[in-house]
């Protein structure tokens, strides 16, 4: 970095491109940066870049050379432009990072598999970027980011490396650390934060209304998710992908003969056919669907719910974010991880074996205690908030040293 000079930023990632987990993750950094840092240069290397500028400010370009890079390819000419823009693309990150000083991986599952994934898709582009990093002297940091075990060679090598070429390393929970011990990562500097989504600012809390048979039950926000099980269980992802969606969607119509309003939440683009799905199969005025651009809207459906259901990782982050009582669908552990964090380690079930009846059990439960997981939520919140503080003083201090003293980077292993 030249004394005087603006630091130079650059932010990477499938962000833009419909997952509101990622963009929140995106909008947490960016404003840690804007109070911390406003005289920073920020742009990004990001899947969706006409969203990124539009929505955030920042100039923006995009991920891959090749356009389709997110389509399957089985014509000839298709996996030729393909494999062309694994190539250029070698070239555009490597010119794209030397134009900055820190590029910051703003949280995401960026080190897992817990979601189908081939190695040379995201897996590929990360290592390009973490190679190209520790070649031409910029600091990478993947800041809070998710990481799991991975069943494929190449995609756990890919992985393994771009952690290992990354000057700066932070987790979002313990097994995230853990598994990239596993792999191989000297993980002994790196430390762990709650997710970068618990930075957000969150909506007021309504006003509590009084229980008992006098007041109507209140409305309860079912998150889905386009769910057809992990990378390693592709053979059986049409099974799991029924199993989910028929559990579910009897789950929802046993909430509806009970009287319930129900909002359904997604979190990226492709969990609309589930949606559409279920409102077609239990057709009743009491269940809508909510139309959320982002992390913020969501928080403004949980915390005018009752309670919560939900399977896609952030939606539950956004509802224990507002204190609301959550049960989680879980297909990862990470979610087993943040559900137990938050005090709820008990009010999880699988979303591969979704049973309706014992899923309203839970529920059932869940409300019951209600009251007494409110307060915890609020206690684990202001928790979260704190250790989120340090994770931020950390990063600054890691990639952004004054000019009073000589930059330090600790060397990857």
């Not at 630091?7 to 997952?19: A, E, I, P």
């Not at 008992?212 to 926000?221: D, Q, T």
């Not at 896609?312 to 507002?322: D, E, I, P």
Request: aromatic share 6%; glycine share 8%; net charge neutral.
């Amino acid at each position: 970095m030249t004394s005087g000079a603006p630091v130079r930023v650059g932010l990477f990632g499938l962000l833009g491109s419909g997952n509101l987990g990622n963009d929140g993750s995106l909008e947490a950094v960016l404003g840690h940066l804007r109070r911390a840092h406003p005289d920073a240069a920020v742009d990004a290397l990001c899947g969706g870049p006409e969203v990124v500028a539009a929505r955030y400010g920042i100039p923006a370009t995009r991920l891959h050379w090749y356009g389709g890079e997110y389509r399957t390819a089985s014509r000839a000419g298709a996996i030729a432009a393909k494999g062309l823009g694994k190539l250029v693309d070698v070239v555009r990150t490597a010119a794209w990072v030397r134009r900055h000083d820190v590029v910051i991986v703003p949280g995401m599952g960026v080190l897992e598999a817990t979601l189908p994934l081939r190695p040379w898709g995201f897996p590929y582009s990360l290592f390009l970027l973490c190679a190209s990093g520790r070649l031409l002297g910029t600091r990478v940091a993947l800041v809070g980011v998710g990481a799991a075990p991975i069943g494929s060679r190449p995609t756990r090598a890919l992985v393994r490396w771009s952690a290992r070429l990354a000057a700066y390393r932070s987790y979002r929970d313990d097994l995230s650390r853990d598994a990239m011990r596993a792999m191989g990562v000297d993980t002994a500097h790196d430390e762990v934060h709650p997710d970068l989504a618990f930075s957000l600012p969150a909506p007021p809390s309504p006003a509590p209304v009084a229980g008992g048979p006098a007041g109507p039950p209140g409305p309860v926000c079912v998150g889905v998710m386009d769910f057809h099980g992990g990378d390693d269980d592709r053979a059986r992802a049409e099974e799991i992908h029924r199993r989910y969606l028929d559990g579910t969607t009897r789950f929802v119509r046993a909430l509806v003969e009970d009287g319930r309003p129900v909002r359904l939440l997604t979190g990226d683009e492709v969990d609309r056919e589930v949606v559409a799905a279920i409102l077609d199969a239990v057709d009743s005025p009491l269940v809508t669907a909510a139309e959320a651009a982002s992390l913020a809207d969501l928080m403004k459906e949980t915390a005018a719910a009752d309670t919560v259901v939900a399977t896609r990782y952030h939606n539950l982050v956004c509802a224990l974010k507002t204190g609301t009582p959550t049960l989680a669908l879980s297909y990862a552990a990470k979610s087993d991880a943040l559900m137990d964090l938050m005090g709820l380690a008990e009010f999880c079930h699988p979303a591969r074996e979704v049973d309706a009846d014992r899923l309203l059990d839970l529920f059932r439960e869940l409300e019951r205690r209600s009251a007494e997981l409110r307060r915890t939520l609020a206690e684990r919140n202001l928790a979260a908030a704190r250790r989120l503080d340090h994770q931020f003083a950390a990063l600054t201090a890691a990639l952004f040293p004054t000019t009073d003293h000589a930059p330090t980077s600790r060397k990857a292993p």
